[in-house]
């Protein structure tokens, strides 16, 4: 099984992604963390030397990449990498692909103390811009989302939730 979940930035790809991985006994990569190793140096100084047209370039590369080497895994992806470069095509016809739904509230919670480090957060000036640029971001980027097969709606995005969700779902697939 590939197992990728989609989602914007707070919403637990990488926490549930590790739980995932964990309980069903296959590997987790992160993309971003994958596009870092590759890259030798951190998002924001790719960001700010090449800029963002490079990094999604990049990030697609690597998703790729990673496909190809990994014919089971759970892939925790950017959050907007469905976004870009056809890569929802590639989450679609190659594994199973779930969006994590968490309201942009909770994600501001979430994000807020990182949003510094986060290239595309980074300039933000409080909690209000954090918020605004969130629900913008979420808007431009959920018919993308909206295409996973599963979807899994915060609180309830747990890894015994989601075991049930798969469960179901392939059994009636």
Request: net charge neutral; aromatic share 6%.
């Amino acid at each position: 099984m590939r197992l990728y979940l989609i989602g914007m930035p707070g919403s637990g790809k990488t926490t549930l992604g590790r739980g995932l991985a964990a309980a069903y006994e296959l590997p987790f990569l992160d993309l971003d963390e994958e596009l870092v190793r590759q890259e030798g140096r951190s998002i924001p100084v790719i960001f700010e030397a090449e800029g963002e047209v490079y990094f999604r370039e990049r990030e697609a590369a690597v998703l790729r990449d990673v496909v190809a080497r990994y014919p089971q895994m759970v892939l925790a992806t950017g959050g907007g990498t469905p976004c870009f470069h056809h890569n929802l095509d590639v989450l679609l016809e190659t594994g199973l692909t779930l969006f994590l739904d968490v309201p942009v509230a909770t994600l501001v919670g979430r994000v807020l103390a990182v949003a510094k480090s986060r290239p595309l957060l980074a300039a933000l000036p409080d909690a209000a811009a954090l918020e605004a640029r969130l629900r913008e971001t979420l808007q431009i980027r959920k018919q993308f989302y909206d295409q996973a097969p599963l979807r899994c709606e915060a609180p309830a995005c747990t890894v015994p939730a989601v075991r049930q969700l798969l469960a179901r779902y392939q059994t009636s697939a």
